[in-house]
């Protein structure tokens, strides 16, 4: 860093272009109380106005200096507070999400075995995936097409918590029943628990969104779309009466999409419930699924349980995670 040497005539300018700024920014905080917050210079004002009062000083609060660092420190500490809200909960809960993934896994995350702890960088990549559910849920929004961005899907006997993802006016169907017939009528809910569908339940249909890697966007079938995906969109028709809905893809390194409608299969609704209710069986127990994989395997590769699965086993760094897909 060069430094420079003001002389004395140098400085007393510098110190007075400063006062001057701090009478400029003094005077429009109190002409932005005085007109109530309405107007400065004839200019409308935003609804949140910031003054050098305001000043957050990120070095110290991160204490780092990098923006890398900053933002991976903000990434990571909200995760943990986020996770160990979720250790604090009593109950024994199953997560939709757990559909189709390794039951020793889903009895550790009911029981809230602490999780290894997700890098930053690790993090990212998470945040891009909701990000892509954002982007989405506000096209459908824009389109004029959506119901709900997301339902709430609850069922206390199965110890189910979660949400599904969108909700849309059927566009695949042109035949439906008439309102009056009630037995074809469903209820559902959004993520505050309010009523925000009443109807026939071939009227809407289910979006679930999902971002992959290109590696495995290419290698997707073209009639069949990923088997624990598919379970994962069976078990949100069990818990919300629709019948069916979309899975709908996109790459993430090239925003590509594909998409397979899905019709309810009770079948596969049969064999998600059978195992859900093997783990929560278990979990009430406080026992654990048995290891069915090797360390080897991808699901254990990038398993938040790893650690404590599999403690001799040799750790697998992030650069691995762009070798196989994970966190869709
Ligand atoms: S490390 Fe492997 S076997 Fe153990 S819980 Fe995770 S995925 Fe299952």
């Known amino acids: 860093m060069s430094h420079v040497n003001f002389d004395t005539s140098q400085k007393e300018t ?7 700024m701090r009478h400029k920014r003094e005077a429009a905080a109190n002409l932005f109380h005085e007109n ?60 939709p999400s757990s559909v189709g993934r390794c039951l020793r896994e889903t009895t550790y995350r009911m029981l809230k075995y602490p999780a290894t702890p997700k890098s930053g960088t690790n993090l ?15 096209t459908l929004a824009d389109m004029g097409i959506m119901i709900a961005p997301e339902l709430s899907l609850k069922d206390e006997s199965l110890c189910i918590y979660g949400r599904s993802d969108a909700i849309v006016w059927n566009f695949l169907d042109d035949a439906f029943e008439e309102e009056e017939d009630t037995s074809n009528q469903i209820e559902l809910y959004n993520t505050k628990d309010e009523v925000i569908y009443v109807g026939p339940k071939n009227r809407v249909l289910l979006v679930d969104f999902k971002s992959i890697q290109d590696k495995s966007f290419n290698k997707l079938p073209k009639k069949k779309p990923k088997k624990e995906h598919e379970m994962q969109l069976q078990l949100y028709f069990y818990l919300t009466g629709i019948n069916k809905g979309i ?30 209710r093997y783990c929560v069986d278990l979990a009430k127990q406080r026992e654990l699924a048995p290891r069915l994989l090797k360390p080897t ?10 650690e404590i699965c599999w403690p001799n086993a040799a750790p697998f760094t992030f ?3 762009f070798i196989e897909e994970v966190n869709e």
């Open 124 to 138: 990212q990549v998470l945040e891009n995936g909701n990000s892509f559910h954002q982007r989405m849920e506000d």
């Open 297 to 306: 395997d991808v699901q254990c590769r990038y398993c938040d349980f790893r």
């Open 14 to 20: 510098i110190e007075k272009r400063k006062e001057e």
């Open 36 to 95: 109530d917050g309405k107007e400065i210079h004839g200019r409308k004002m935003a609804d949140v106005v910031y003054f050098n009062k305001d000043y957050v000083n990120a070095k110290e609060k991160f204490n780092a200096t990098s923006l890398t660092k900053m933002v991976e420190e903000h990434l990571e500490n909200d995760y943990k507070k986020r996770q160990e809200l979720r250790e604090t909960k009593e109950e024994i809960r199953y997560y």
């Open 247 to 276: 899975l709908y893809y996109e790459n993430k390194n090239n925003q590509q999409t594909t998409e397979y409608v899905i019709e309810r299969n009770d079948k596969i609704i049969s064999d998600v419930l059978e195992e859900i």
């Open 319 to 321: 650069e691995d995670l």
